[in-house]
């Protein structure tokens, strides 16, 4: 049996309001490219020679600057590379792209540090690791699908959390999803994602609460001029 209604006699029909049940802030979210190009003064400067990306959010903000969080591992460039330029770009929901500067980065612990000179808003962090078997949250860009007014959401399980910090979470990920902040049920950051099992690849890992909270406090007199290497 259907049931139909219908709307008559001049009668308005009421608004329906849509929600979302995912609690990741996409405006605090970013789109991360890592470029590397032939440096001036060569016949082919500005030339493209690699290009990695990933994900990462805001973590840090004032009226000049933000500071976006992403995985240490995208921010690095090996030796053999050296030669080349950086470039950092970072793509917000809307599509709106601005040029990054590197502050800080931790080889160890795999988390990196990216400021723009714009004020957006913050995904703050939580005091403490979610309880075993607690439901998280993840939003980013898996295999580098950019677009605007797009971005891809995922969720699944807190499983604990290693000796060393590391978390594990039930949810999958692949390339692009590096540096993309989990989140618990109320928005708050609980780890960011660092690297995946290549035999599964629903289980995630990556540096939970404590490290980064510290990551994050260690690095606040870090800037575009004194870059910080955090061990």
């Not at 990695?52 to 053999?80: F, Q, W």
């Not at 807190?158 to 979470?169: C, K, L, R």
């Not at 007199?221 to 004194?226: D, G």
Request: charged content about 15%.
């Amino acid at each position: 049996m259907f049931l139909l209604s219908v709307s008559c006699c001049h009668k308005s029909i009421p608004n329906i309001t849509a929600f979302s049940d995912h609690p990741f802030s996409k405006e605090s979210g970013f789109f991360i490219v890592h470029e590397l190009r032939v440096p001036e003064g060569d016949p082919e400067a500005g030339a493209l020679i690699v290009s990695h990306t990933g994900s990462g959010a805001v973590v840090r903000s004032t009226k000049n600057y933000s500071d976006i969080i992403t995985a240490g591992h995208l921010c690095h460039t090996p030796k053999e590379f050296s030669i080349f330029d950086d470039e950092f770009v970072v793509f917000d929901h809307q599509g709106n792209y601005y040029k990054s500067d590197l502050i800080a980065i931790s080889y160890e612990i795999d988390l990196c540090i990216l400021r723009i000179n714009y004020q957006k808003p913050v995904i703050p962090i939580a005091k403490k690791d979610p309880n075993q078997g607690s439901k998280v949250y993840m939003a980013g860009f898996p295999m580098g699908v950019y677009h605007p007014n797009y971005i891809h959401f995922f969720d699944g399980y807190y499983s604990g959390t290693d000796y060393g910090g590391n978390s594990i979470w039930t949810f999958p990920a692949a390339p692009g999803s590096s540096g993309g902040v989990v989140v618990n049920s109320y928005g708050q950051i609980v780890g960011v994602v660092s690297a995946v099992y290549s035999e599964f690849s629903h289980l995630t890992i990556g540096p939970g609460v404590e490290q980064v909270s510290m990551f994050i406090r260690e690095s606040q007199a870090c800037s575009i001029e004194k870059i910080c290497y955090i061990d």
